[in-house]
């Protein structure tokens, strides 16, 4: 069993002093960002959804909390976003501490997730997976969640002339 405690402003600066560089490399991995302006990129986007911390409007941070284990298994963000005339939650991270995965707290935490969105007056969620995160490319589809948008390359050697 997962339970999704508010995170503290202390929690938070903890989650952001790996979060921002995770999410970096992530973009220069997948070919979205260069190396060079990766972590400046995303310093900024996180600034920009976090302007109050924990207090900013909109955003919904939790730490994961299994409360028979009484351990922090690891951090879970969601913002309620208008979108197109719909309420709907966006998922912005959700991370397992790496000796707590493969044991359930992922899905566990996303159907609490969504108790808090049905109560939030929103009907949808929505995420973005890295096309190279085939761990958690698994785990959402089976949780019922589909593909709307796929971006892919082809990487080519470079011919001889």
Known sequence: MV??????????????DFAVADYAQEHVKSGRWSEGEALA???????????AGV??????????????????????????????????????????EEAYRHQGYGSQAF???EMKVRALGASQIGLH?????????????????????????KELDQMQQ
């Open 55 to 96: 207090a900013s409007p909109q955003q919904y941070l939790f730490t994961l909390v299994d409360p028979e284990q009484q351990r922090k298994v690891g951090i879970l963000w969601f913002a309620i976003e208008e979108r197109r005339g719909r309420r709907g939650a966006f998922v912005y991270d959700i991370r397992i």
């Open 129 to 153: 997976v890295f096309g190279h995160n085939q761990v958690a490319l698994e785990m959402y589809q089976k949780l019922g969640y589909v593909a709307t948008n796929i971006s892919m390359v």
């Open 111 to 113: 159907r609490e997730m």
């Open 41 to 51: 990129l995303a310093k900024k986007q996180y600034a920009e959804l976090l302007p």
């Open 3 to 16: 339970v999704l405690e508010p995170m503290t402003e202390a929690e938070l600066q903890s989650y952001l």
